[in-house]
């Protein structure tokens, strides 16, 4: 059987949802990577108008680019034997994963990007079942037997 992963990413995190001989394998990566540009936290300026200590925009930059290419690195290691890939997500990461897997050429066919907005780890898995044309995933059975539940009164 086919090996196919579909993805949810962006700067931050990503979902990968893995799918081989009927079994799905659900992998969450961080990149502890903050887009945003932060203050300098050196000291301040003696004056009002004093020179701002702050690093130039460029190494920020390198910095961020830097840290993303070690997470999209990590990424794509994760689907590196799938034969088709999906890629879906809110901003410009799925974008720039797509031109990265282009350039290392990575095994699988890139079936499509989609833009999407967050979504929840089983979303994530249904939408790339979805896609796949695969069959829904069986609901576990709902636990019994658990404590009573217990009403609040006023």
């Known amino acids: 059987m086919k090996t196919r992963a579909g993805m949810w990413i962006d700067h931050r995190k990503a979902v990968i949802v893995v799918v081989a001989n009927e079994k799905e394998a659900v992998i969450e990566i961080r990149s502890n990577v903050d887009k945003g540009l932060r203050p300098s936290r050196g000291p301040r300026p003696r004056t009002e108008y004093g020179a701002q200590e702050a690093p130039p925009d460029d190494m920020r930059e390198n910095e961020f680019m830097g ?9 794509i290691s994760c689907i590196r034997e799938a034969e088709s890939i999906f890629i879906f997500g809110p901003g410009e990461a799925k974008g720039e994963l797509k031109r990265r897997i282009a350039r290392n050429r990575v095994r699988g066919d890139l079936v499509y990007v989609e833009t999407t907005d967050k979504m929840s780890d089983r979303q994530i898995a249904a939408k790339v079942r979805e896609s796949f044309r695969l069959p829904a995933r069986p609901q576990q059975p709902k636990r019994r037997g658990g404590p009573p539940h217990r009403s609040r009164r006023s």
């Open 67 to 75: 840290h993303l290419n070690v997470y999209f690195d990590k990424v």
